[in-house]
């Protein structure tokens, strides 16, 4: 259910696009599809069963600068990637996907002065 949210996001993005409703530079969102289909999969299966399962799932989507302070082994008694399971993985696309999103709204905004300022 959670997942179709996601993919829905990048339908909707596509139809108000093509009635002429958000400019064409909105697009820029799809490059972050293959993390709203990453995203869209995890949200399908069930948390897991311990810190230590969430983290070794998760490594590779934690920040860098995060991993040792979100690393269960580490820390005895406090997990905090565990009991936000889900809610890491929705801030881990949306931080990418409204990045775009405001992106090509700002480059929708320059278009028209950098057009006319190129002479066309």
Do not use: C
């Not at 969102?29 to 995890?42: E, M, S, Y």
């Not at 934690?62 to 005895?76: A, C, G, N, T, Y």
């Not at 905090?80 to 700002?106: D, E, M, Q, T």
Request: charged letters at 15%; aromatic letters at 16%.
């Amino acid at each position: 259910m959670m997942g179709g949210l996601v993919l829905g996001f990048y339908a909707l993005i596509a139809a108000l696009v093509a009635v002429r409703f958000m400019p064409w530079s909105v697009l820029l969102v799809f490059i972050t599809l293959p993390r709203g289909i990453k995203v869209a999969q995890t949200l399908g299966l069930p948390m897991p069963d311990t810190p230590a399962a969430a983290f070794r799932i998760a490594y590779k989507q934690i920040p860098r600068d995060l991993r040792e302070r979100f690393d269960p082994s580490k820390h005895e008694g406090n997990f905090p990637l565990w009991p936000l399971w889900y809610v890491v993985w929705g801030v881990w696309w949306v931080r990418s996907a409204g990045a775009f999103f405001v992106l090509g709204l700002g480059l929708a905004f320059l278009e028209n002065p950098l057009l006319s300022w190129l002479g066309f």
